[in-house]
Nanobody, 128 residues
Framework: QVQLVESGGGSVQPGGSLKLSCKSSGPDVLRACMGWFRQRPLQGREGVAAIDSAHGSTYYADSVKDRFTISHDYAENTVYLQMNDLSPEDTGTYYC?????????????????????WGQGTHVTVSS
């Protein structure tokens, strides 16, 4: 069984930064690919970023590319999402997720259905 616990959410002004953390536990095979997703108000859950635990390859949604950075501290079993230059459109609940095997490619890397384990989420509000 995999447990994922997110932290680091909060309120920030536009242009500000936040760093989210996801502490994970469980079999390594079930955490082969780690991802961050978000659910904005009145919208469905969408993929934000993912990192392959074996290869370190990273993947980003176009909407966050060059602003967000995903990283993995293997010693601490923690995945981070550094978010810079935040805008009100980034407001939402952010979820950490994991999947067995590696990250999918061919355009499916950030597909919600590709991930089987989920945290409870941490909320981010970007507002002036």
């Amino acid at each position: 069984q995999v447990q994922l616990v997110e932290s680091g959410g909060g309120s920030v002004q536009p242009g500000g930064s936040l760093k989210l953390s996801c502490k994970s536990s469980g079999p390594d095979v079930l955490r082969a690919c780690m991802g961050w997703f978000r659910q904005r108000p009145l919208q469905g859950r969408e993929g934000v970023a993912a990192i392959d635990s074996a290869h370190g390859s990273t993947y980003y949604a176009d909407s966050v590319k060059d602003r967000f950075t995903i990283s993995h501290d293997y010693a601490e079993n923690t995945v981070y999402l550094q978010m810079n230059d935040l805008s009100p459109e980034d407001t939402g609940t952010y979820y950490c997720a994991s999947r067995s095997k590696g990250c999918l490619t061919s355009g499916q890397t950030l597909a919600v259905l590709a991930f089987g384990y989920w945290g409870q989420g941490t909320h981010v509000t970007v507002s002036s």
